[in-house]
């Protein structure tokens, strides 16, 4: 089976640089993706990490370490509609593609 | 392109009584899934179906039935609700490995 820890809230200033870490237990691992969701919003997708190291996209950073079974969603110059919920998700059947979620990190973005 | 659509957006049943949530894509993916959310946690899978004709369980399978006729349209099926099944309820199509397009979901009561 398949579990994934994520803290549960996160709370940060507009500007500043927030860390959100997952760590993960897999039977077998094939990438690691984060996801947003909005109070009331569908999950919407933000970046996958298959290999080592950090993949950067915008204001948005993911970082993997496949041998510590770990990973970080880096949210740069954060802004109030940041505030949001993140969910680290693994993929660990690529037959499947089927995604186990982890519970979710409630990010709340203060003025 | 309409993305992932989910019908209806609320439902409220009594034990017992069955229903179809509807969901269809028109980007041509062949993987579908459903996943249900209940208040503070992650999504957990419940059906997927990764082409027409294919189906198999995920994580929480008791209680709901799928079929794929089409590679459009992925309903999920309760056969006999229960306030256990009480969730927001979201459909999934993806095309490319780990980059899921989720439906705005459908907010299911049961009394």
């Known amino acids: 089976g398949q579990s994934l820890e994520q803290p549960s809230e996160v709370t940060a200033v507009e500007g500043a640089i927030v860390q959100i870490n997952c760590t993960y237990q897999t039977s077998g691992f094939y990438g690691l993706s984060w996801y947003q969701q909005h109070d009331g919003g569908a999950p919407t997708f933000l970046s996958y990490?298959?290999?080592?190291g950090l993949e950067e996209t915008g204001r948005f950073s993911s970082f993997l370490s496949r041998s510590d079974s770990y990973g970080y969603l880096l949210l740069q110059e954060l802004q109030m509609k940041d505030s949001a919920s993140y969910f680290c998700a693994v993929k660990a059947d690529t037959g499947r593609r089927a995604l186990t979620f982890g519970s979710g990190t409630r990010l709340q973005v203060q003025p | 392109n309409a993305g992932v659509t989910q019908t209806p957006k609320f439902q409220v049943l009594k034990t017992g009584q069955s229903m179809t949530l509807q969901c269809a894509q028109d980007?041509?993916?062949?993987?579908m899934s459903w996943y249900r959310q209940d208040p503070g946690m992650g999504l957990r899978l419940i059906h997927y179906s990764v082409g027409a004709g294919i189906t198999d369980q995920g994580e929480v399978p008791n209680g709901y039935n799928v079929s794929r006729s089409t590679t459009e349209d992925f309903p999920l099926r309760l056969l006999s609700a229960a306030p256990s099944q009480t969730s927001v309820y979201f459909c999934a199509s993806a095309k490319r490995d780990n980059e899921q397009f989720f439906g705005p979901g459908t907010r299911l009561t049961v009394l």
């Open positions: 980007m041509n993916h062949e993987y």
């Open positions: 990490n298959a290999l080592d």
